[in-house]
């Protein structure tokens, strides 16, 4: 079974900045891919930025410039760094972890229960 805790969510200002950690109950070597999603009220869930590797980061248009996602393959975790943020980045944002074979865990996509980030003044 793999584990996913989201932490360091909270209420920042508008033009602030916050950092999110995603830890793993695994090494995240084991998969091929985690990201992060968000999913603010009444919307559906979105891709904010997915790790393939440390040089292969894809990112929302939305975030470009202002989110930046890295991995600690020693910690077991990956960050989320938002700056500059906005009243609209306020959501849940999840952590997801991607596998595409059976081994050593079952295929499939596990995800965190979310932490929540609210952009107000």
């Known amino acids: 079974q793999v584990q996913l805790v989201e932490s360091g969510g909270g209420l920042v200002q508008p033009g602030g900045s916050l950092r999110i950690s995603c830890v793993a109950s695994r090494s995240i070597s084991t998969f091929n891919a985690m990201g992060w999603y968000r999913q603010a009220p009444g919307k559906q869930r979105e891709l904010v930025a997915r790790i393939v590797s440390s040089d292969s980061i894809n990112y929302a248009d939305s975030v470009k410039g202002r989110f930046t996602a890295s991995r600690d393959n020693a910690k077991s975790t990956i960050y989320l760094q938002m700056n500059s943020l906005k009243p609209e980045d306020t959501a849940v944002y999840y952590c997801?972890?991607?596998?595409?074979?059976?081994?050593?865990?079952?295929?499939?996509?596990?995800w965190g229960k979310g932490t929540l980030v609210t952009v107000s003044s």
């Open positions: 997801k972890a991607e596998k595409y074979s059976d081994w050593p865990i079952p295929r499939g996509d596990y």
